[in-house]
């Protein structure tokens, strides 16, 4: 995760880890504010995502972008961070341990609805003794909530780091480092490894060649840069794109919008606060 200052939890920790309690805890934020929250874990599941915004989610060995669209499910005792990029307004729901059963064994990203957003934002309004997950309508909002996990399509391709110690140093490098330009031959000569073992050990452990997982990787720092209100021409130049038109190429190939194009359709047509 980055250095930068880590932000108040939405939720106290405590209540997180309880497995006690009302079968679900949600709470809203519209404040704006940056958001980054270090690896940790707890004993409930997650649903996160945001109104408004774009987060970086790390789950174990997966990381996402993840726009306003989608939401992120973490099931119970994974480890797990975020950070926001541009101004975030955001949600997060938590289920006990008994509530998470048939849900997904595996972090995920989903299609965020306009029905389990608007469930969401009305639990977030809840007592905090939980008395109101417990009468009849609060129970049908619960299942109401497990049955859009549960049924959701999935969104959002993971970029997963490869598990060879050389390998995750290879791609933690990518990431830091987009505009790292260098061969596959000279990346295997700087990690001690022959150029032919590291390409087939690398799509075997991620699912990528090492062309795509960096392509990926620019593609994901180029969103959170846009996000953050970067001009289209930093963005292409900190990816170690000469020509700003191959940037936007790859960018409106890969997602079907150009880069400045994005930015506005993020901020403008994100799902509303319900």
């Given amino acids: 995760m980055p250095s930068s200052a880590l932000s108040r939890p939405l939720l106290d920790p405590e209540r997180a880890r309880s497995r006690g309690g009302p079968r679900l805890i949600a709470v809203s934020r519209h404040d704006g504010a940056l958001r980054h929250t270090a690896t940790h874990q707890h004993a409930r599941g997650q649903l996160l995502g945001a109104y408004r915004g774009l987060l970086t989610v790390y789950a174990g ?18 480890p797990h961070g975020l950070r926001s990029h541009g101004p975030y307004a955001g949600y997060s729901a938590y289920l006990s341990p008994s509530a998470c059963a048939g849900l997904p064994d595996a972090p995920c990203v989903l299609q965020a609805s ?52 050389r390998l995750q140093r290879l791609a933690i490098a990518l990431s830091d480092q987009p505009s790292d330009t260098r061969s596959l031959e000279d990346w295997a000569s700087a990690i001690g490894m022959a150029p032919r ?12 060649t090492v062309g795509a997982w960096r392509q990926r990787a ?6 959170e840069m846009l996000a953050g209100g970067a001009a289209v021409t930093t963005v292409a130049l900190e990816l170690g794109y000469d020509n700003v038109s191959a940037f936007i190429a790859m960018f409106k190939r890969e997602l079907g919008a150009t880069p400045g194009r994005y930015g506005a359709l993020a901020d403008r047509e994100g799902p509303a606060r319900p």
Avoid: F, K
Wanted: hydrophobic share 45%; glycine share 6%; charged share 25%.
């Fill in 218 to 223: 620019r593609l994901m720092r180029a969103q």
């Fill in 114 to 165: 306009a029905l389990l957003l608007a469930a969401v934002e009305r639990a977030a309004g809840w007592r905090e003794d939980g008395a109101d997950s417990s009468d009849p309508a609060g129970r049908r909002i619960v299942e109401l909530i497990r049955d859009e996990i549960r049924t959701l399509p999935r969104a959002g391709a993971a970029l997963l780091l490869p598990r060879e110690p």
């Fill in 61 to 78: 060995e997966r990381q996402w972008v993840v726009p306003a669209q989608q939401a992120v499910w973490i099931p119970p005792g994974q």
């Fill in 197 to 208: 073992t590291l390409a087939r050990r690398y799509q075997a452990e991620t699912g990528l």
